[in-house]
């Protein structure tokens, strides 16, 4: 937040649930299109429907990763997208932070040029302990220590300065749970950093589907007309409209 570009009140999409989100993340769609729902693993019901980033990166010849705390995350985009697809938890309990580390060292000495890495136990707290309870937010600084390490790789194999970070969520959580329409499931932080990037807080009503569509902008990718999502222009210094509506129908943040 203090070199990027960044708001605390971006917005998920309804349902507020892990797999639903990631899709619309990483498809740059509502819901209604990418047709994800269920929140476990299913694989008798395919993959998210549409090109997401991991399809158009792909494509292109960029070598795509994905290194996720649960396997259900297989479900947002075909396995021919992703060069590299690993877990640690078939069970959404383990909290092993060290193996998913360091796989993803592995795979950033490796190189890529898209890279999701998912952090499981910020949610596993907050569903055992409460939102934003000591015990989540230790689990959050013990990821921020963790992303800073994967930082610090990538500083080292001399890709850092090229790369466009972007740390979000795929929603909040209220008590013990999430799932709602509620502010606190439904607000995100959304931080972006990197070359082309204009420091500070952004004006923009930023949400999940506009992350693929700024991954695609940064990387020069065409952007999928049928995708709700869009790029959040101001994060490069660029003007926005503010009066864009975005977001998904019938669901008010
Ligand atoms: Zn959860």
């Known amino acids: 937040m203090q070199n990027g570009a960044y708001t605390l009140r971006a917005q998920t999409i309804s349902p507020s649930l892990t797999l639903p989100a990631h899709a619309s993340m990483l498809t740059g769609t509502c819901p209604a299109k990418h047709i994800v729902r269920w929140n476990e693993y299913v694989p008798e019901n395919g993959f998210a429907l549409g090109a997401d980033i991991f399809d158009l990166a792909h494509a292109s010849g960029l070598r795509t990763v994905i290194v996720a705390g649960k396997e259900k995350l297989r479900q947002v985009t075909e396995p021919g997208s992703t060069d590299f697809f690993g877990f640690i938890d078939t ?3 383990v909290k092993d932070i060290t193996t998913i580390e360091n796989m993803a060292i592995g795979q950033i000495r490796e190189g890529f040029g898209l890279m999701l890495m998912h952090f499981p136990d910020g949610d596993l707290a907050g569903h055992e302990n409460g939102w934003m309870s000591r015990a989540q937010l230790r689990a959050y600084k013990n990821d921020d220590r963790s992303l800073g390490l ?7 194999g001399g890709i850092y300065d090229d790369a466009l970070i972007i740390v979000t969520s795929d929603h909040g959580g209220h008590d013990t749970t999430h799932g709602t329409e509620l502010p606190g499931d439904m607000t995100i932080p959304w931080i972006v950093s990197g070359p082309r990037i204009a420091p500070g807080e952004l004006e923009t009503q930023v949400y999940i589907m506009d992350t693929a569509a700024t991954i695609a902008f940064a990387l020069g990718l065409p952007i999928p007309p049928d995708w709700d999502g869009a790029p959040v ?11 864009r509506l975005g977001g998904c129908p019938g669901v008010t943040p």
Not at 150 to 156: A, F, G, H, I, T
């Open 91 to 93: 069970t959404d309990k």
């Open 150 to 156: 994967l930082l610090d790789v990538m500083k080292d």
């Open 233 to 243: 222009y101001e994060a490069f210094g660029m003007p926005y409209d503010a009066s």
